[in-house]
């Protein structure tokens, strides 16, 4: 389901496979994501994880065609339990979890990127919360994750703008925490989660709990107003302008 696994001496490694269309991050990769961090937590042989993308991007995030598959708020419901359950984990994953970021991290790809623990984005990645540009809320836990690293000023700024951040910028602000040559994220950051294996594990879960009540209270909050903006007429033409390649009519409805 668009998810591939490797292992590189301890540290296993979660690639977004779907370079084609920039490795979306739809339900099927939420679930496949899901249950390989619990494998992964479970196996004594692992220890950290690195999540990347295949082809040069990390991920474009939420998968614009998934959604015309959710025909009505029920699905949509479910499906961001899937979501909660998929960012919960990450959030208080109990071993070193690190984003490796080439090219675009966008919208739910920024989100995957903004949870984990350490971020190492390459010299000419770019970010985006582009989730205004479809009538939606930022998802997946962004709303507390970027707030938490930027701070909540800067965080609403970039939401009501859906604005974009280069590495640089991101670096300055604390979205990311390390830049890396380009083609260099993955290697980087496979060293970073080895280093930090070091770290005793019963303090790294307290501290990550700690950390992740805010996203828990992020995560619900969208999973009760996310399902009804899908359903909205701003969503809707939002979509179609995405497909159409056009600047969105939105009206408030």
């Known amino acids: 389901m668009g998810l591939t696994i490797t292992n590189d001496d301890g540290i296993r490694i979660l690639t977004l496979d779907e370079p084609a269309r920039r490795n979306p991050a739809g339900h099927g990769v939420r679930l496949a994501l899901r249950d390989a961090l619990a494998e992964a937590e479970r196996d004594p042989g692992v220890a950290g994880v690195v999540i990347t993308g295949a082809g040069g991007q990390f991920s474009a995030g939420g998968d614009i065609r998934d959604q015309q598959g959710v025909t009505d708020i029920h699905i949509a419901r479910e499906r961001f339990t899937v979501a909660r359950e998929l960012m919960g984990r990450m959030a208080r994953f109990s071993k070193p979890l690190v984003a490796a970021v080439e090219g675009w991290a966008a919208g739910g790809g920024f989100s995957l990127a903004a949870v984990c623990e350490t971020v190492v984005a390459a010299e000419d990645a770019r970010f985006a919360a582009s ?123």
Do not use: N
């Not at 280069?166 to 060293?191: F, N, Y």
């Open 131 to 253: 989730f205004g540009g479809v009538g939606l809320i930022p998802d997946m836990g962004l709303l507390a994750t970027l707030s938490a690293r930027i701070g909540a000023g800067r965080a609403q700024r970039i939401f009501l703008s859906s604005g974009r951040l280069d590495a640089a910028e991101a670096l300055r602000l604390g979205a990311i925490d390390e830049i890396a040559p380009p083609g260099g994220a993955l290697s980087r950051a496979t060293q970073v989660a080895r280093e930090a294996a070091a770290v005793a594990p019963l303090p790294r879960m307290l501290v990550k709990d700690w950390f992740a009540a805010e996203i828990d209270r992020a995560l619900d909050y969208e999973r009760e107003l996310q399902p009804f903006l899908m359903f909205s007429e701003d969503a809707a033409e939002g979509r179609a302008a995405f497909f159409e390649k056009r600047k969105p009519a939105f009206k408030g409805k």
